[in-house]
C-alpha cells in the first residue's frame, strides 16, 4: 500500500472539493464552514452533483445521512443515487436538498420521552465541518439528529453546540490580551482507544460475549498478567496482521491511526491516533470501533470493546487527550519556556482546574456506564474520584501563587543513564501520573476516565461546556476592569487558593487518598445510579441551558435515557446469567457428579481402592451445585420485583440485583475450578486469552 497515495482517498476531503468544485463555490463552501453560516442551496446543488460523482466514480450506489442517536452507536438509513427515466432507464442523481436535510423514523430511537411512539418525523443535517466518506458501496454524510420539534435526539449535536460555547468565550479572553488575530478556538481530541481480541470460534460458544459483551463467569487462569509480559511486548503475527489490515482501512478514510501496541492484559491492545478538532475525532473514533469489528471479523477474531471483559485483569479505556487551539495554530494550553510569566497560560490553566473542581459531578456522569463502573477504581483506572494532575513544575507555579511567594525555574537536566554511548537528552520537568483521572501532560488534559465503548461525545460536550463557562465569568470580571493587569493577577490568584483542592499529585489507587478526598470535599460516585442525578441538578441544568447546550427538556430526557440504558443493561446481564446457569453450568456440573459416583461405586463395589478423593469432591461440588441453585432463584426472585421510577429503579439494580448477579457468579466461578474441562461448558479465561 503506498500510504502517500491511499491516505484519504475514500474521502471527500478538502483535496477533493478543490479539484471537483468550482472555484466560486468552493470558497463559499469555505467561508460558510469557517463563519458558522449555512450554505446557500444552489452551492449545496453543485456540491452534492460533485460528491456523487466522486463516490460513483469509486462504486458508489447509495447515499446515507450518517449519524450518532442516544443508543451510543451509529445509526444509517441508505438510498439509491438512482433515478427512474422516461425510457425506461434510471440516471445516478443526487440533489442538495438530499444533502442538507434527512427524514428517518425517530420514534424508534431512544428520546427519554421527547418523542411518543407515534411522533415518527425526525430530521437529520448534514455537519459540513466533518467531511463525507465511502464505506462500502455507500456515501456516508456525517450528519446531526434532532426530533420535528427541534430537540437533539443524538451525541453530535450538543457537542457542536458546546464547542461553539467554548469558541465564543475563548475568543472574548484572547481579544482581552490584544490578540486581534485569532477569529475561533477549537477544542481537539486525541483519541486512544482499547479493546480485546479473541478467537471468534470461542467468542460464539460465550453467549454472555455475545449478549452482553463482557464474561458473565469465569474463574481466573493460572498465568494472567503477573508478568507483566504483555505490555509492549512483540505483537503476535496473527494480531500483527489485523493490525495492519486495520491502519490501512482507517488511513483510506482519513483516521489518521497513529500508534499501536499491546496492553498490560493478555489479549489486550491499543490504537492511538493523531489530534483532531473534537467533533471529527468522535466521528473517527466511531468509525474506528466499528472498523475494528469487522477487520477482526475478517481475521477470525472478535473485537471487545466493553470496559470489562474479563474479570481479574486490566480493562479497557479510552484515553481522551483535550486541549485547546487557535485558528492560527497555537496551543493555549502550551506553558511555553517560562511558564510562571504566561499570564494568558495561566488564565486558561485555571479557567480548566475551577471547572474540573466545580463541575466534578458532571465530568463524572460523562463517563457514567454500567460497564465502566467494573473498570472505575481498579488498579488498571483511575478511581471515580475526580482530581488533576498537574505535575511538579505546574504544582510549584500554583503554589507559589497561592502563598504569594517568589518561583525558582526547574531547569530541565539532561538524562544521565549511564552509559557513554547512549545519547543524553533532555528530561522533561515533571513525570507522567497514570493514576490520575485528569493528567496535564504538556500541553494538553488527559482524561482517562472515559470507557472503551463509549462515544467520547459525551465527554467531551462537558468539557468544552465546563470551560466554556468559566472563561465567560472570567471574561465579564476581567472585561468590567479598570485595571486589567492588576484584575488578572487577583483572578488568578483567587482561582489558585479556592480550587486547589482538586489538585492530586499522589498515587489514585490508595486508600489513604479516597479519605483525604473525602477532606478535601471532593465526589466519591462509585456507581453509575449515584451519579447520574447530578446531570439533572439544577445548576448544571442551568449550565447547560446557559450555554445553549442543551435545554432542560433535553438534559432531562438523557438523564432517563442514560439511567434505563443502564437498567437494561443489568437485566440483560442478569437475564444472560440466569440462562447460562440453568441451561449450561448446572447440568454440566450435574453430569460431572454422576461419572465421580460412578466412579466412586465403582471402587467401593471392587473394594480394591479407597473411594474418599470423589466422595469428599462430590461432597464439595454438591454443595456449591446446592448454592448455585439458590442464588439463580434468588437472582430470579429480585429481578420479578417492583421497584418505583426511574431513579429508585436504578438504585435498586444498583444494590440488590448486582450484588445478587456477584453472588450467583462467585459461586460458578468456584465449580469451574472443580469440574472436569471436558463437562465444562464453554471456553475458560485461559482458553479465551491466550488462543489469539
Not at 122 to 151: M, N, Q, R, V
Not at 414 to 420: D, H
Not at 526 to 532: E, G, Q, R, V
Not at 547 to 555: F, G, K, R, W, Y
Request: aromatic share 10%; hydrophobic share 40%; with cysteine.
Amino acid at each position: 500500500m503506498n500510504v502517500a497515495e491511499q491516505y484519504g482517498s475514500l474521502v471527500f476531503n478538502d483535496r477533493a472539493m478543490r479539484t471537483r468544485l468550482p472555484r466560486d463555490v468552493y470558497k463559499s463552501f469555505q467561508k460558510s464552514v469557517r463563519a458558522g453560516k449555512p450554505l446557500q442551496l444552489a452551492d449545496a446543488n453543485v456540491i452534492a452533483n460533485a460528491m456523487k460523482d466522486w463516490a460513483v466514480e469509486l462504486g458508489a450506489t447509495h447515499f446515507t445521512h450518517w449519524f450518532q442517536p442516544m443508543t451510543g452507536i451509529t445509526a444509517e438509513k441508505h438510498d439509491s443515487f438512482i433515478s427512474p427515466t422516461g425510457d425506461g432507464g434510471v440516471i445516478m442523481n443526487f440533489s442538495g436538498k438530499e444533502l442538507i436535510k434527512g427524514e428517518p423514523d425517530a420514534s424508534s430511537f431512544p428520546s427519554g420521552g421527547l418523542r411518543a411512539t407515534f411522533e415518527a418525523r425526525g430530521y437529520t443535517a448534514w455537519d459540513p465541518t466533518s467531511y463525507a466518506f465511502l464505506k462500502g458501496h455507500t456515501l456516508c454524510i456525517p450528519t446531526a439528529f434532532c426530533s420535528y420539534t427541534g430537540e437533539a435526539l443524538d451525541k453530535k449535536t450538543p457537542l457542536l453546540r458546546s464547542m461553539d460555547a467554548l469558541n465564543r468565550e475563548a475568543v472574548r479572553v484572547l481579544r482581552l490580551f490584544g490578540n486581534q488575530a485569532v477569529n475561533r478556538v477549537s477544542s481537539t481530541v486525541g483519541s486512544e482507544q482499547e479493546y480485546f481480541l479473541v478467537d471468534k470460534e470461542m467468542y460464539l460458544q460465550r453467549r454472555d460475549l455475545v449478549f452482553c459483551g463482557r464474561t458473565l463467569f469465569g474463574a481466573k487462569p493460572p498465568k494472567g498478567q503477573e508478568l507483566e509480559d504483555h505490555y509492549f511486548g512483540s505483537i503476535k503475527p496473527r494480531v500483527a496482521a489485523f493490525m495492519q489490515d486495520l491502519d490501512e482501512e482507517l488511513w483510506k478514510l482519513g483516521v489518521a491511526s497513529k500508534t499501536r501496541h499491546n496492553e498490560v492484559a493478555p489479549a489486550q491492545h491499543e490504537l492511538a491516533p493523531i489530534f483532531a478538532t473534537t467533533n471529527i475525532a468522535t466521528d473517527h473514533n466511531q468509525l474506528t470501533m466499528e472498523i475494528m469489528r469487522k477487520v477482526a471479523d475478517k481475521h477470525g477474531m472478535a473485537c471487545l470493546l466493553h470496559e470489562k471483559p474479563f474479570a481479574g485483569v486490566n480493562g479497557s479505556g479510552k484515553h481522551n487527550n483535550w486541549s485547546l487551539q487557535t485558528d492560527g495554530g497555537d496551543n493555549l494550553l502550551e506553558p511555553g519556556a517560562t511558564p510562571r510569566e504566561n499570564a494568558q497560560f495561566l488564565l486558561f490553566l485555571c479557567a480548566v482546574i475551577q471547572a474540573v473542581d466545580t463541575y466534578q459531578g458532571l465530568l463524572r456522569v460523562s463517563v457514567a456506564t454500567a460497564g465502566n463502573d467494573h473498570r472505575l477504581g481498579a488498579n488498571e483506572a483511575p478511581p471515580a474520584i475526580v482530581s488533576i494532575f498537574l505535575g511538579d513544575e505546574l504544582t510549584a507555579i500554583i503554589e507559589s501563587i497561592d502563598s504569594s511567594s517568589p518561583y525558582s525555574q526547574k531547569v530541565q537536566e539532561a538524562m544521565e543513564i549511564g552509559v557513554s554511548v547512549l545519547p543524553r537528552f533532555p528530561r522533561d520537568t515533571t513525570d507522567r501520573n497514570r493514576t490520575s483521572p485528569f493528567a496535564f501532560t504538556g500541553n494538553k488534559f488527559e482524561f482517562r476516565m472515559v470507557g472503551s465503548s463509549a462515544s467520547i461525545a459525551d465527554a467531551n460536550t462537558v468539557l468544552n461546556t465546563i470551560v466554556a463557562d468559566i472563561l465567560a465569568k472570567y471574561a465579564d470580571t476581567l472585561e468590567a476592569a479598570q485595571d486589567f493587569t492588576a484584575a488578572l493577577n487577583s483572578l488568578i490568584f483567587s482561582t489558585v487558593h479556592a480550587h486547589k483542592r482538586i489538585i492530586f499529585n499522589g498515587n489514585n489507587y490508595t486508600d489513604e487518598w479516597v479519605a483525604e478526598a473525602e477532606k478535601r470535599g471532593l465526589y466519591n460516585l462509585k456507581h453509575t445510579a449515584d451519579a447520574l442525578p447530578y446531570f439533572i441538578h439544577e445548576e448544571n441544568v442551568a449550565l447547560f441551558e446557559r450555554h445553549h447546550v442543551l435545554t432542560s427538556v433535553e438534559a432531562h430526557s438523557r438523564y432517563e435515557i442514560m439511567m434505563e440504558n443502564y437498567i437494561k443493561t443489568l437485566r440483560i446481564e442478569a437475564l444472560a446469567m440466569l440462562e447460562i446457569s440453568r441451561k449450561d453450568i448446572q447440568p454440566a456440573v450435574g453430569a460431572y457428579t454422576k461419572e465421580l459416583l460412578e466412579i466412586a461405586a465403582a471402587k467401593k463395589a471392587v473394594g480394591a481402592v479407597p473411594a474418599e478423593p470423589e466422595s469428599t469432591l462430590i461432597k464439595k461440588i454438591s454443595g456449591l451445585a446446592v448454592s448455585l441453585y439458590e442464588r439463580t432463584e434468588e437472582l430470579e426472585q429480585l429481578l420479578l420485583k417492583e421497584s418505583g421510577g426511574t431513579e429508585e429503579e436504578g438504585q435498586y439494580y444498583s444494590g440488590s440485583i448486582f450484588p445478587a448477579m456477584q453472588a450467583l457468579r462467585m459461586v460458578a466461578d468456584e465449580l469451574e475450578t472443580l469440574t472436569a474441562k471436558k463437562y465444562w461448558p464453554f471456553p475458560t479465561y485461559g482458553d479465551l486469552l491466550f488462543s489469539v
